[in-house]
């Protein structure tokens, strides 16, 4: 079997502080509030965006 090495970035944000992916992505850190993070999204109309939650739910089971 062949094994694709995955990387993380882990960053630090303060609340208006943003992250560019690529050219079309930008994910802003919106409020803080005790353990909860409210983060925007803004992406061109052709990249979809879903909460890892629900994109879990449309993959079949036992789908990695």
């Known amino acids: 079997a062949i ?6 970035l882990v960053l630090s ?19 803080i509030h005790g353990n909860r993070v409210s ?3 803004t992406a ?7 909460r890892g939650e629900l994109a ?3 993959k079949p089971k036992g789908a990695a």
């Open 3 to 8: 094994f694709e090495r995955i990387y993380m």
């Open 13 to 31: 944000r303060k609340i208006q502080e943003e992250v560019l992916i690529g050219a079309n992505i930008v994910v802003r850190v919106i409020k």
């Open 39 to 41: 983060l925007g999204v």
């Open 44 to 50: 061109d109309g052709k990249t979809r965006v879903l």
């Open 56 to 58: 879990e739910r449309g």
